[in-house]
């Protein structure tokens, strides 16, 4: 019986992992093949943002590939720089470089969605790690 319940409990967690390399849960609906992207940060992003894309460029090849997006809401932008690994949450930043929200799974392994003011803002891809292509 033993036995029965551990594979049991086995199975109940495997299904309830969920996998942090989808990122088409961030803010609503994103489509990355449909999204315009470029590989060169435009000039408005905001120096905190170019640091942490050079820090990226820098550091190992991330897998996924790391992908910046910049979020328009109100006339305002947000960026999210994905963390790059497991159980820990994403921020988004406003212009000023201050965090925004967050969101992600973190070590709970629930997902956490406190950016749901930018579910209707433009989403656009500023620069895709394209070390690994």
Not at 25 to 40: M, P, R
């Amino acid at each position: 019986m033993k036995p029965l319940y551990l594979l049991f409990l086995f199975f109940v967690m495997l299904l309830n992992c969920k996998s942090n390399t989808s990122q088409s849960e961030i803010v609503g609906s994103y489509d990355a093949k449909k999204a315009s992207h470029n590989t060169a940060v435009q000039s408005k992003t905001p120096s905190c943002v170019l640091n942490k894309i050079q820090a990226i460029k820098n550091g190992q090849v991330r897998n996924p590939p790391t992908v910046a997006k910049e979020f328009t809401l109100s006339g305002k932008r947000y960026y999210l720089i994905p963390s790059g690994c497991c159980d820990q949450f994403d921020y988004i930043i406003d212009e000023n470089c201050k965090t925004f929200c967050s969101q992600g799974y973190g070590i709970s392994g629930k997902y956490n969605n406190g950016c749901n003011a930018l579910k209707n803002a433009t989403q656009k891809i500023i620069w895709r790690d394209n070390r690994n292509q």
